[in-house]
């Protein structure tokens, strides 16, 4: 499965609506990515900016567009953005990978 770094930025009527009836959110969004065979691994809130952070891990990426198309859907998301990240682990694989690459740079001859 793929993780990936979730960004949401409630809108003036979800702050209203978290005022309103204070809840813990959590507990609302693991059941939905589990249904999309997925996981929430944090949730985290920057109340100084409205923003939601998840790390979640989602086993493609048609789950992951269900996903950001149901909540835009739910009309209280300025916006919404998701990044894929990685362990630091699995980011040395990468730059290991990378430096095995014989890339030419354009311009540069060989």
Same mark, same amino acid.
Request: glycine share 8%; net charge positive; charged share 20%.
């Given at each position: 499965? @793929? $993780?990936? $770094? %979730?960004? !949401?930025q409630y809108n003036t009527e979800a702050a209203k609506g978290i005022l309103s009836s204070p !809840?813990? @959110?959590? !507990?609302?969004? @693991?059941? /939905?990515? !589990?249904?999309?065979?997925?996981k929430l691994c944090h949730f985290? %809130? &920057?109340?100084n900016e409205d923003?939601?952070? $998840? +790390?979640v891990k989602l086993p493609n990426e048609e *789950? $992951?567009?269900?996903?950001?198309?149901? +909540?835009? &859907?739910?009309?209280? /998301?300025? *916006?919404i953005s998701a990044t894929p990240v990685m362990t630091a682990t699995d980011?040395?694989?990468?730059f290991k990978k990378a @430096? *095995? +690459?014989k890339?030419?740079?354009?311009?540069e001859q060989t």
């Open positions: 499965m @793929r $993780l990936y $770094l %979730i960004k !949401e !809840e813990d @959110r959590t !507990e609302a969004v @693991r059941p /939905i990515l !589990e249904s999309l065979g997925g985290y %809130i &920057a109340y923003v939601v952070y $998840l +790390i *789950s $992951l567009a269900a996903l950001l198309m149901a +909540i835009k &859907a739910g009309g209280t /998301i300025n *916006s980011a040395v694989k990468v @430096r *095995s +690459i890339y030419r740079p354009p311009g």
